[in-house]
């Protein structure tokens, strides 16, 4: 969605908003009818600019697929100065069964850690070389490896590093990402000629 188009839906909700106050004023409902319409209204303005907002282009904060085609990364580091807590963005297109790309490629908004940025560079670098590369999902080896840091003392139960360890403190979300070869597409059997 351009900027004419984000700017038009806008102005068609100024004009709704207009029309039902004009409305209010001079009709004869009773006051918690018109009051209704207002918050109505106006709530729904609100989560049609967050649903908009959502189509703009801005990565989505939601889980990547199982299986993706990596196209792209970028990471920023945490800001010890700011308090900034970083992030890692990450342009994919998701795979089917047979390793062909399924859907639109899109951008997606990871929470910031230090195995998953130094991954993350290494797999940039890859494709830097030319190589084509896959991002596997793997939530269960990520919750072993923190509660491995818990036994060991270097992170509490909340998440957090200790001070003993010299990286950035994260909350991890429970997600690691493995970046390997895109395997070759499973073409289906063409049969006899």
């Known amino acids: 969605m351009n900027i004419p188009t984000l700017t038009g839906v806008v102005v068609c909700y100024g004009l709704i908003a207009a029309l ?3 409305l209010n004023v001079v009709s004869l409902w009773r006051w918690w009818i018109k009051a209704a319409a207002v918050i109505v209204t106006t709530v729904f303005v ?3 600019y967050a649903a908009i907002n959502g189509m703009l282009g801005w990565p989505t904060t939601k889980r990547p697929p199982g299986r993706f085609h ?3 990364t970028h990471i920023v580091e945490p800001d010890k100065a700011t308090s900034a807590g970083g992030a890692l963005y990450l342009w994919m297109e998701e ?3 047979d390793n062909m790309p399924r859907g639109a490629p899109r951008a997606f908004q990871l929470p910031y850690s230090d195995q998953l940025a130094r991954d993350m560079d290494r797999a940039q670098q890859r494709l830097d070389n030319g190589e084509a ?3 596997v999902v793997d939530e269960a080896q990520a919750i072993e490896a923190d509660q491995e840091k818990i036994r060991i003392g270097e992170m509490s139960e909340n998440a957090e590093l200790s001070a003993a ?3 950035v403190p994260f909350q991890s979300d429970g997600m690691m990402i493995e970046f390997e070869n ?4 499973d073409l289906p ?4 000629l």
Do not use: E, F, N
């Open 20 to 22: 039902l106050l004009s």
């Open 46 to 48: 609100v989560a049609s």
């Open 70 to 72: 990596l196209l792209a």
């Open 95 to 97: 795979l089917d069964d």
């Open 133 to 135: 590369i896959m991002g």
């Open 165 to 167: 360890t010299d990286t």
């Open 182 to 185: 895109l395997p070759p597409v």
């Open 189 to 192: 059997d063409k049969g006899p």
